[in-house]
């Protein structure tokens, strides 16, 4: 947008929290092009953070606080930039609101600077990557033919874009790119989307795909306090915008919704994501037959359901982004039963897995979810079960496994042993179920070396 560095320029801004996913040294970044005056703080110590810092070594006028926080950080300054995850009850962060000072975020931020872009939220417990990249394909590959009902469509066609809970990806920085009528399609956290309630706004176009329990122990058990930011994704909305749901998450609107609401038809969980992608990819005018060919163009997410590679007749599915046991019993189910080609790549559409063919390799740190229901998937459908290191793995393997179940010290051997379990037609289904934190940094560094070692078996 016109006009982006004025916004910034000379702004005393302190960036909490670089971490190493891209997304805060994207904006970090920007804002030092900008001309900003920075304070970049992070509870991780500069050794954590090497890579990071490594990208930003040629840059001026960034001071560094790692290794802590610190109070008079928070104080006589312009902005604080939030990182997602910052604890609710953050002393820093009430520093800053008692010296009334803004806390800002990065898609919220953009939202704010570019209020002629369409953005398009997608939002849920499960399912929100997978219908995000859906509508970004859609779109990109028919940015021709996009049509929009609204005043904020310019004049000259417009491009899409794709930001929010993206890895690698800042949103902030777009700023340098997009013009009037542009869109950006971004995937949204509920973290995310604290951000959007501080602005008391919602995107333009709404996908809201599911709501079960995760991230408890970030919001100390309570499903309100994790619904209440999840709902900032419809709670601003105004007439002329849109939210689109699957049928079970009717109950959770409230009656006095402002948005026009649609309400996608199908049943089936992955059909699911692609019907909500349908249903974006309607607002904009795309012909039928145009959303059609994308679709199946589509290619699927690394981490969600992707089928790798067969070892002597043994198939070896990632799905490293499966954080909570929800997520998991999805893709155990989704393999131990018929799934067409369309749905599922790797899967012959007349090939039933049936039961007991699944190794499956799980563990990780504790999130505060129930286990109970995963136990009694596993005992179904896994013929046996190995855990890597964590919090959550202790919690499951007290359980009652009635299956063969193995501990084991990393996920090299875990893969090692997974192999030596399955017989040909067997499947190794690598899906955590818990978060990442304890033996890696994030989630991605689990996913690249679960793939890493993957792609060295012959």
């Known amino acids: 947008m016109q006009n982006y560095k004025k916004q910034f320029k000379g702004k005393k801004i302190t960036v909490m929290g670089l971490g190493l996913l891209g997304r805060g040294l994207g904006y970090t970044k920007f804002f030092v092009e900008c001309g900003a005056d920075l304070i970049v703080t992070d509870l991780k110590p500069s050794t954590a953070l090497r890579s990071s810092l490594k990208e930003l070594r040629n840059y001026k006028n960034i001071k560094y606080v790692l290794g802590k926080h610190r109070l008079e950080d928070f104080r006589g300054r312009d902005m604080i930039m939030k990182a997602a995850g910052v604890p609710l009850d953050s002393i820093y962060i009430k520093e800053a609101q008692k010296n009334k000072i803004p806390t800002e975020m990065d898609v919220s931020l953009f939202a704010k600077c570019a209020p002629e872009v369409i953005i398009i939220g997608v939002t849920g417990t499960r399912g929100k990557s997978m219908v995000t990249a859906l509508v970004y394909e859609v779109l990109k590959q028919n940015e021709k033919y996009l049509k929009f009902p609204s005043t904020l469509l310019g004049t000259k066609k417009p491009s899409v874009f794709l930001g929010g809970n993206v890895r690698g990806v800042a949103t902030l920085p777009l700023l340098k790119k997009v013009k009037k009528g542009d869109i950006l399609i971004c995937e949204l956290d509920s973290w995310q ?180 229901n995963f136990v009694k998937v596993i005992n179904k459908h896994c013929k046996a079960v190995i855990m890597i290191p964590g919090t959550g793995t202790d919690i499951l393997s007290s359980k009652k496994l009635k299956v063969e179940s193995y501990k084991v010290k990393d996920l090299n051997k875990a893969v090692k042993i997974a192999l030596g379990l399955a017989s040909r037609g067997d499947i190794i289904l690598f899906s955590p179920a818990f978060a990442s934190f304890g033996q890696f940094n994030n989630e991605y560094e689990r996913g690249d070396l679960f793939m890493k070692i993957v792609k060295k078996l012959k």
Do not use: W
Request: proline share 5%; charged share 30%.
């Open 193 to 372: 989307l604290q951000g959007f309630g501080d602005a008391k706004m919602s995107p333009h176009i709404s996908v809201f795909t599911s709501f079960m329990p995760d991230h408890m122990n970030y919001y100390r058990n309570s499903m309100k306090r994790y619904f209440d930011d999840k709902a900032n994704i419809f709670k601003y909305q105004k007439r002329n915008d849109v939210l689109i749901i699957r049928p079970e998450m009717k109950k959770l609107i409230p009656k006095n919704l402002k948005s026009k609401l649609i309400v996608v038809k199908l049943a089936d969980f992955q059909t699911e994501n692609r019907a909500c992608a349908v249903e974006v990819a309607k607002q904009f005018k795309i012909p039928d037959f145009k959303i059609a060919q994308a679709l199946k163009n589509f290619k699927g997410l690394e981490g969600r359901l992707q089928y790798v590679k067969t070892i002597k007749d043994v198939k070896i599915y990632n799905d490293n982004n499966a954080t909570t046991p929800e997520a998991t019993i999805a893709g155990i189910e989704a393999l131990s039963i018929n799934f067409p080609k369309a749905q599922l790549r790797g899967v012959s559409p007349k090939l039933g897995f049936g039961e007991k063919k699944i190794v499956l390799i799980c563990g990780g740190a504790d999130k505060k979810l129930p286990l109970d």
